[in-house]
């Protein structure tokens, strides 16, 4: 899968021409996103990182206290991505838009889906994108129990709905041509199934294996928003049927 690149270079020269730059957060930081997307979060390491910037593992330490709070700092780093939608807007457009730059953001990057998997939100970048996401619902009429339970859905949803896109562009960029050619290959492989064992496999098989990663992300999207839909409109008749 193609993947947004960072133009910033991780050992460039300062404005005065020499090769030293100050170390500190910002830099590591910078520099293990740049190689997040070059070698993968299984790769990644301390010293890598303090081989492409030219210094001795233990300066790091200095700075970032150990592997798990840079993690923890990339997940913040990338979630300052995000680009929230109007609030004008109704609240299941919002959450469209939300959700459709959530799975941008992550895309735009390697191994995000297990990044953020693998790291709890503390740094105030994640925090924020939370907080907005509870305002938002809070807006719309939820119920506060409600609240934490409908945005870990959709946060799950859209993790989920990302890690298979990768998984399965991977694949494909591994064993195949293209994206394109994978899925006439497994279409092929589905139809010369027995049909009386996989009658249903082998008539989707085009749906199946030709993806619309768009149309599927957001058809998903609408299912649940609906689903929130229908019960805020219970949860509001509820409220009016209470004795006053």
């Known amino acids: ?20 730059i100050p170390l500190d957060r910002v830099r590591i930081l910078e520099t293990a996103l ?21 210094v001795k ?25 995000m ?19 959530f799975r941008r953001v992550l895309l735009s990057h390697r191994d995000t889906v297990e990044l953020f998997r693998q790291t709890i939100a503390m740094g105030y970048e994640r925090l924020t994108q939370i907080e907005k996401l509870f305002q938002l619902l809070v807006s719309a009429g939820f119920s506060d129990s409600h609240v934490p339970w ?4 959709l946060k799950n ?9 990768d998984q399965l562009q991977a694949i494909a960029k591994n064993h195949y041509s293209s994206y394109d050619e994978m899925g006439n290959q497994y279409d092929q492989f589905y139809r010369q199934l027995p049909e009386e064992r996989f009658p249903n496999m ?38 009016s049927m209470r004795p006053t």
């Open 1 to 20: 899968m193609a993947r947004r690149r960072i133009t910033w270079l991780p050992n460039s020269v300062n404005e005065e021409g020499t090769g030293h």
């Open 202 to 239: 082998i008539r989707l098989a085009s749906y199946t294996t030709k993806t619309n990663w768009e149309n599927e992300f957001y058809f998903g999207l609408s299912v649940l928003i609906d689903g929130f839909s229908v019960k805020l409109t219970e949860g509001n008749e509820k409220k």
């Open 157 to 165: 949803y859209v993790l989920g709905f990302v890690a298979e896109e």
């Open 150 to 153: 409908i945005a870990s859905m």
């Open 34 to 54: 740049w190689l997040l997307d070059e070698i993968g979060l299984k790769e990644l390491s301390m010293r890598k990182i303090a081989d492409k910037l030219g």
């Open 83 to 101: 680009v929230w939608p109007e609030i004008s807007l109704s609240w299941q457009e919002q959450i469209y838009q939300w959700a459709g730059q």
């Open 57 to 81: 593992t233990a300066s790091l330490y200095y700075h970032v206290k150990d592997k798990e709070e840079l993690m923890q700092m990339l997940s913040d780093r990338i979630s300052g991505e």
